[in-house]
């Protein structure tokens, strides 16, 4: 059973990435999947999450990143992505996902959780 986070690298002050959190062992049939960032100093930052709900999707964001970044989810492929656009060096972070059966907004303890992939932005 694994949650994996991954599609990190540099990229420079106002570039775009797409991160991918592949799970295997399980199915991503979770109320709520959620992507967190933590920076170098700084707390674990909530970035957004996913949920589908009698068939319907929902998707949150903070506000840090909202407008610019987008969660989607491919149940075929039981993969959940995180697209980053406009980014900036507060970004910077180990970016990890995490599988809750318990909250559709991604909060309180995980099911599931897995190693980070790190982001830098930087010129």
């Known amino acids: 059973v694994q949650l994996q986070a991954s599609g990190g690298g540099l990229v420079a002050p106002g570039g775009s990435l797409s991160l991918s959190c592949a799970a295997s062992?399980?199915?991503?049939?979770?109320?709520?999947i959620g992507w967190f960032r933590q920076a170098p100093g700084k707390e674990r930052e909530w970035v957004s999450c996913?949920?589908?709900?009698?068939?319907?999707?929902?998707?949150y964001y903070a506000d840090s990143v909202k407008d610019r970044f987008t969660i989607s989810i491919d149940n075929a492929k039981n993969t959940v992505y995180l697209e980053m656009d406009s980014l900036n060096p507060e970004d910077t972070a180990v970016y990890s996902c995490?599988?809750?059966?318990?909250?559709?907004?991604?909060?309180?303890?995980?099911?599931?959780w897995g190693q980070g992939t790190l982001v830098t932005v930087s010129s």
């Open positions: 995490e599988a809750y059966s318990r909250s559709l907004i991604c909060v309180g303890p995980p099911d599931y």
């Open positions: 062992g399980f199915t991503l049939d979770y109320k709520g």
């Open positions: 996913i949920s589908i709900e009698s068939g319907r999707t929902h998707t």
